[in-house]
């Protein structure tokens, strides 16, 4: 395996990880967008929109099992 980086690691000096950790940090922006996405159905429309943008919402209702006419509308 090589040496590559997969992550960042939090920073240790108080200054750069409370710019990291704080009200407006990245902690605090990734935690806003995964609220934003969790949900029953909404990562299943998304990663099916985005194989392909433009779709009319019954091809999508056929693509995904389970999902119903007034789940599409209100996501």
């Given at each position: 395996?090589?040496?590559?980086?997969?992550?960042l690691?939090?920073?240790?000096?108080?200054?750069?990880?409370?710019?990291c950790?704080?009200?407006?940090g990245?902690?605090?922006?990734?935690?806003?967008?995964?609220?934003?996405?969790?949900?029953r159905?909404?990562?299943?429309?998304?990663?099916?929109?985005?194989?392909e943008?433009?779709?009319?919402?019954?091809?999508?209702?056929?693509?995904?099992?389970?999902?119903?006419?007034?789940?599409?509308?209100?996501?």
């Amino acid at each position: 395996m090589g040496g590559s980086i997969t992550h960042l690691k939090v920073p240790i000096d108080q200054e750069r990880r409370s710019a990291c950790l704080g009200p407006e940090g990245s902690v605090a922006h990734v935690t806003r967008v995964l609220s934003m996405i969790s949900g029953r159905w909404k990562l299943p429309i998304l990663f099916r929109l985005f194989a392909e943008p433009t779709m009319r919402t019954s091809r999508l209702l056929r693509d995904i099992p389970g999902l119903s006419q007034k789940v599409s509308h209100s996501t």
